[in-house]
């Protein structure tokens, strides 16, 4: 990982903006239409920018008032998608393990609607155990974005991803086994997506899911653990690059670097 990604990546983790003091900056987005939708452009953009797609502004966002606006700015699409592919793909590929016992995981597939036979939303993975499908939806939401701060998700862990996985529950409520896997840019994951892996581990012959945390701690990672690693990994790594790049494509004055140059 280049200098300038692991320096935006330490400063996501602790809070502190991309660039110091927050700058009077201008991103270059503010009349850009963000993805089309021609051929090429799969509904997976549409629900890898959804989270976010109320706080694109008519004007140009700036550091001050929206210091992590490279994690959903909306020219820059395609990495918003690629987080949301590289997580997809991160979590389908430790199912697939053996970690969790008789898990196969399928990527993609389509969502059939009981009602019509053609329903053309898609989950991102589709997850059998023992006679059991589930259909997990991931999505990624930033809550430091206005519309999560008004509901309180700087002072309460998770508001924005519990928010976001009640919409997603909402739009998927004929889907008996549908499991929104929300991560919020912070790393928070949604109580549901928790569920589901004790779920999948807790089949695991007799002892409960409530002890595997335990004897993860005795015997190295539990299953949900290096699932949820992976999951991590995936996010920062994209994130810290968005970061990176937007303050090179966009410079802003950055004093915390010139102080010690
Ligand atoms: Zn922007």
Redesign the pocket.
Known sequence: MADGQYVQLLRLRLGVPCVMPPAQWR?N?ASHGGPRHSAYVESAVERAAEANQDDHQQQA?SFATDPC?GLY???RWKRVMRRHDSIRDSLARTLELGLFKDVRATVEPRVPNPQTGADLRRGDIKVHQGGTTWILDIGVVCPGTQRYVDQGSQTTPGRAAEAYAAIKAAKYADQPNFVPFIVETGGYINRRAHLFLDTLRGSQGSRPAADSRTQGYFRGPSPQDVALRGVMQALVRIQAYMLADIVVAIPAVDLAIEAVV
Do not use: G, L
Request: proline share 0%; glycine share 0%; net charge positive.
């Open positions: 991103c987005c966002a606006h700015c909306k020219r």
